[in-house]
């Protein structure tokens, strides 16, 4: 079975630049998270997916961050412009809908704002 | 609200030892606990989870962790450290009360284990 895919592995942008990420989550999975990992510090919620619908978004930041899970499955999230604060691993997680509570992560994009 | 806390950020251990690497949680009811282990460059994977039952639970690698509810921890141990072992651990809670998914995170402890 593949694992939760995200691309790209690496990113550096200036300041004030755009830039997104991209997650496939598990075949089958229908619940699909957004994390921030800064250095030193465990992963903390951006924002949750049910199918299509963000269930809780709460810890987003929505002046400047978006995200969208067309169809259900692919996700992408986006920051528009970026600060240097920003610079931080994003990862992304999926879950199947019922029994199993464990997520599962990809391996994250490392973002580097200059 | 619920929070974890491992109050080690790291832990030196030889191989072939015993390892301890702790975690305390809070939360309003009965916790469902988490651990993971992330790799350098390599996003967190899961080890082990205890949902309800017996309060010592195996996981993989030959990790296991005891759920101490009057202590409110969730100790991750193995019998005897690999240095393959080395990583940063996370302990992991989630609130079943809270009606959502969300799990919160520790900070991490680094696990580093010495031929």
């Known amino acids: 079975e593949a694992g939760v895919v995200q691309s790209p592995r690496y990113k550096i942008i200036e300041k004030k630049q755009p830039v997104a990420f991209w997650c496939n989550p598990i075949?089958?999975?229908?619940?699909l998270y957004w994390y921030r990992q800064n250095l030193g510090q465990g992963p903390e919620l951006l924002i949750r997916?049910?199918?299509?619908?963000?269930?809780?978004d709460s810890q987003l930041p929505k002046d400047r961050f978006s995200a969208e899970r067309l169809k259900g499955v692919d996700s992408t999230l986006k920051i528009q412009p970026a600060e240097l604060g920003d610079s931080a691993v994003y990862l992304c997680?999926?879950?199947?809908?019922?029994?199993?509570?464990?997520?599962?992560f990809g391996p994250g994009t490392r973002l580097t704002v200059t | 609200a619920q929070s974890v806390a491992q109050p080690e950020d790291q832990v030196n251990v030889a191989e072939g030892n015993p390892l301890t690497v702790k975690c305390t949680y809070s939360?309003?009811?009965?916790?469902?606990l988490f651990w993971y282990v992330q790799y350098p460059n390599r996003g967190l994977q899961f080890l082990l989870k205890y949902i309800t039952g017996d309060n010592l639970v195996k996981g993989s690698y030959g990790f296991e962790a005891e759920f101490n509810k009057s202590q409110t921890s969730f100790h991750l141990k193995k019998p005897s450290a690999l240095v393959s072992d080395s990583a940063l651990y996370f302990c992991?809670?989630?609130?079943?009360?809270?009606?959502?998914?969300?799990?919160?995170f520790g900070k991490g402890t680094m696990l580093l284990v010495s031929p």
């Open positions: 992991a809670v989630r609130d079943p009360n809270s009606g959502y998914s969300t799990l919160t």
């Open positions: 997680a999926s879950s199947p809908p019922t029994g199993a509570y464990e997520q599962y």
């Open positions: 939360v309003s009811g009965n916790p469902y």
């Open positions: 075949s089958g999975h229908n619940t």
């Open positions: 997916y049910e199918n299509e619908e963000a269930v809780d």
